[in-house]
């Protein structure tokens, strides 16, 4: 479903050119659990931008669902970004006045889904994200790390989207929360057959998933496919 | 996005920042507030002159006489002591033309009176019949003068409320006693309804006699001091002005109408001057006004440019999940519309009840019309377009990498 053609990506600045990205070609196919992982400054924030439609790349194909995105315009993108993908951030990013059901509802409100239709979504959004229904309407800010990531996941998974980009989900959690977190993700891909990439810096956290690219200085180093999932011991819990 | 799903957005938004939006409301409170009542004000002083003038009468067009003109000789004497003008101009006037209404000459100049002890200093017309239906006189005691006090050369007498205060007392009825005017003995037959008039010279500071008789005794000669002419409607008073001309330019032999030996005011000539002045008044406060809602109007883009770097992160969210550039725009110049909406609805509450403070303590009539109302809330609007238009493009061009990345 997903395929990139040799993708560039040069940053200009005042400095100078940075070539973040220097050709990369990769595909990924529906039902997959890909971790993309590499340091800082490896290039994979970048490569995530342009997967996740936030950003077009210089030179390139990248074709979602067969169509070719590199070249549409921020509305296009935007349209992309409502109807096919779900982003999962480091940092959350929910509206913290705001109740849990109200932050599940907002990429509904985007997408035009009927009012009477939207609490029923985001329910069934937060139950699939394993969010105890006690929380459904607290506000945001007063939910721990682990709960808000999963207010965050439901809220990736409410518009049905293709593709799940989840950027660092872990980096704000403690490890076992983070468990809790990636254990989720494991779900909804041998589940109900989700497409997830998974971005990371750490081995540990790529190793969740069922397939691992490796990018080092804007090229793909290695590609692990068939990882030998790495399965939550819960006995000392 | 829907606009019920827009109005809940920013319900929220201004309703999370409480003490903030309250506050950039209240500038705009006040500038609107400032505008509907500075401009009431000067709507009400509009008003009250153009009532005062209309008091005079209505559809007037008052012929003054006026000193002739003569090539190399400038006559000295004061239009008010020029005698052009006599009784038989006004018979000319009433027979000839048919546009008149009614007409009503007086002759008058001011007078020593003297009742019993106390005296005033005031203005005494000759007046016929006619002159209280022409200058809209009611009479609150007794009678008015009538065709018979002319035709007799009656010595009697109508005061107006104040000069029967100046000399019998506040509110006593002293119909059937007497006055003296130069002298002669005038017995009271009526009083006038006080009209309040300002500005103009007030009516209610007056004696009226039969006009035969202010002639004869007062005056000495056949010259009026104004005629006043009653136009059917108001649509012919201009042409009955140059009627006028005319008739009185060929009744006193004049060719050339520049050496006209009188003059010609139309009411309609001096509500007009007086309105633009009062406009100009008017203008002034609204404008002084107005510079207390652009303030208000920049302290909401203040706010807004605020919100906007508070938010970067949320609106780099609300990109990423699918928001276009129009939904971001749409969401902050909504905030910035309804924050000057707000404040524009208070405001004219405000202003309405500040007018209605000053008409009350201040003794100033004041007038809130319904299109100062619209202006304003149009204008409140307007503001929330023109000062919310640069935060909104600002966050709608943020780019959503940046945005989320923002600490």
């Known amino acids: 479903m997903i395929e990139c053609k040799n993708i560039t990506k040069i940053y200009k600045s005042e400095a100078g050119e940075t070539n973040a990205l220097k050709g990369v070609s990769f595909a990924i196919e529906d039902g997959e659990f890909v971790a993309i992982m590499g340091p800082s400054g490896s290039g994979k924030s970048t490569l995530m931008h342009i997967l996740g439609a936030l950003d077009s790349p210089t030179d390139g194909e990248y074709l979602f669902d067969r169509r070719d995105v590199a070249e549409l315009s921020d509305d296009d993108l935007a349209d992309i970004r409502k109807n096919k993908i779900g982003f999962v951030f480091q940092s959350f990013n929910l509206l913290p006045r705001a109740t849990v059901i109200r932050n599940v509802i907002l990429p509904l409100i985007y997408s035009g889904v009927p009012k009477e239709e939207r609490e029923k979504q985001a329910r069934a959004a937060l139950q699939n994200s394993g969010l105890d229904e006690s929380h459904f309407y607290h506000l945001s800010n007063q939910l721990s790390g682990g709960q808000m990531q999963r207010v965050a996941i439901a809220r990736a998974l409410v518009n049905n989207p293709s593709l799940i980009l989840a950027d660092e989900p872990t980096g704000n959690l403690d490890t076992e929360t983070g468990e809790i977190v990636l254990e989720t993700f494991q779900k909804l891909n041998a589940e109900q057959k989700r497409t997830i990439i998974l971005i990371t810096h750490e081995r540990y956290v790529a190793e969740h998933a069922n397939r691992i690219i490796t990018i080092r200085d804007g090229v793909i180093v290695g590609d692990e496919k068939n990882i030998k999932k790495r399965v939550v011991n819960y006995n000392h819990l | 996005?829907?606009?019920?799903?827009?109005?809940?957005?920013?319900?929220?938004?201004?309703?999370?920042?409480?003490?903030?939006?309250?506050?950039?409301?209240?500038?705009?409170?006040?500038?609107?507030?400032?505008?509907?009542?500075?401009?009431?004000?000067?709507?009400?002083?509009?008003?009250?002159?153009?009532?005062?003038?209309?008091?005079?009468?209505?559809?007037?067009?008052?012929?003054?006489?006026?000193?002739?003109?003569?090539?190399?000789?400038?006559?000295?004497?004061?239009?008010?002591?020029?005698?052009?003008?006599?009784?038989?101009?006004?018979?000319?006037?009433?027979?000839?033309?048919?546009?008149?209404?009614?007409?009503?000459?007086?002759?008058?100049?001011?007078?020593?009176?003297?009742?019993?002890?106390?005296?005033?200093?005031?203005?005494?017309?000759?007046?016929?019949?006619?002159?209280?239906?022409?200058?809209?006189?009611?009479?609150?005691?007794?009678?008015?003068?009538?065709?018979?006090?002319?035709?007799?050369?009656?010595?009697?007498?109508?005061?107006?409320?104040?000069?029967?205060?100046?000399?019998?007392?506040?509110?006593?009825?002293?119909?059937?006693?007497?006055?003296?005017?130069?002298?002669?003995?005038?017995?009271?037959?009526?009083?006038?309804?006080?009209?309040?008039?300002?500005?103009?010279?007030?009516?209610?500071?007056?004696?009226?006699?039969?006009?035969?008789?202010?002639?004869?005794?007062?005056?000495?000669?056949?010259?009026?001091?104004?005629?006043?002419?009653?136009?059917?409607?108001?649509?012919?008073?201009?042409?009955?002005?140059?009627?006028?001309?005319?008739?009185?330019?060929?009744?006193?032999?004049?060719?050339?109408?520049?050496?006209?030996?009188?003059?010609?005011?139309?009411?309609?000539?001096?509500?007009?001057?007086?309105?633009?002045?009062?406009?100009?008044?008017?203008?002034?406060?609204?404008?002084?006004?107005?510079?207390?809602?652009?303030?208000?109007?920049?302290?909401?883009?203040?706010?807004?440019?605020?919100?906007v770097t508070e938010r970067t992160r949320e609106i780099g969210l609300r990109k990423a999940i699918g928001a276009k550039k129009k939904d971001i725009s749409a969401q902050f110049l909504t905030e910035a519309i309804m924050l000057t909406f707000i404040g524009g609805i208070i405001g004219v509450v405000l202003g309405w009840l500040i007018s209605l403070a000053i008409s009350h303590f201040?003794?100033?009539?004041?007038?809130?019309?319904?299109?100062?109302?619209?202006?304003?809330?149009?204008?409140?609007?307007?503001?929330?377009?023109?000062?919310?238009?640069?935060?909104?493009?600002?966050?709608?061009?943020?780019?959503?990498?940046?945005?989320?990345?923002?600490?």
Not at chain 2, 104 to 116: D, L, N, V
Not at chain 2, 369 to 389: H, K, N, T
């Open chain 2, 1 to 307: 996005m829907i606009l019920s799903d827009l109005f809940q957005e920013t319900y929220s938004a201004l309703f999370v920042n409480k003490a903030r939006s309250g506050l950039t409301i209240l500038g705009i409170v006040i500038g609107i507030g400032s505008v509907i009542a500075m401009v009431s004000v000067g709507q009400g002083a509009t008003g009250s002159i153009q009532s005062s003038i209309e008091a005079l009468g209505s559809n007037l067009v008052m012929v003054t006489p006026g000193f002739q003109r003569t090539t190399g000789f400038q006559a000295s004497a004061g239009r008010g002591s020029a005698q052009t003008l006599v009784l038989e101009d006004a018979e000319a006037i009433q027979n000839e033309l048919s546009l008149v209404k009614n007409v009503a000459p007086i002759t008058s100049g001011r007078y020593q009176i003297t009742a019993k002890g106390a005296n005033t200093n005031t203005q005494v017309s000759g007046v016929t019949a006619v002159y209280s239906d022409v200058r809209n006189l009611q009479v609150d005691l007794g009678s008015f003068i009538s065709e018979q006090n002319v035709g007799n050369l009656s010595k009697v007498a109508v005061l107006g409320p104040t000069t029967r205060d100046d000399l019998f007392g506040e509110n006593s009825n002293p119909i059937g006693q007497t006055i003296r005017i130069k002298g002669i003995e005038f017995k009271i037959i009526g009083i006038t309804e006080a009209k309040g008039g300002t500005g103009f010279g007030s009516q209610d500071d007056m004696i009226y006699i039969p006009l035969s008789t202010a002639q004869r005794y007062l005056t000495g000669s056949k010259s009026v001091s104004t005629i006043n002419v009653q136009a059917i409607n108001q649509g012919s008073m201009t042409i009955l002005q140059e009627q006028i001309t005319s008739l009185l330019l060929s009744r006193h032999n004049i060719i050339d109408s520049t050496l006209a030996d009188f003059s010609i005011m139309n009411q309609a000539d001096i509500i007009s001057s007086a309105s633009s002045i009062t406009n100009t008044l008017t203008i002034l406060l609204g404008s002084i006004a107005g510079i207390s809602l652009i303030v208000g109007g920049i302290g909401i883009m203040n706010m807004m440019l605020t919100t």
């Open chain 2, 362 to 407: 201040g003794g100033i009539t004041t007038k809130i019309s319904l299109f100062s109302v619209l202006l304003a809330v149009g204008v409140s609007g307007f503001i929330g377009i023109v000062f919310g238009y640069y935060p909104a493009r600002r966050a709608a061009k943020l780019n959503p990498i940046e945005a989320l990345r923002y600490e």
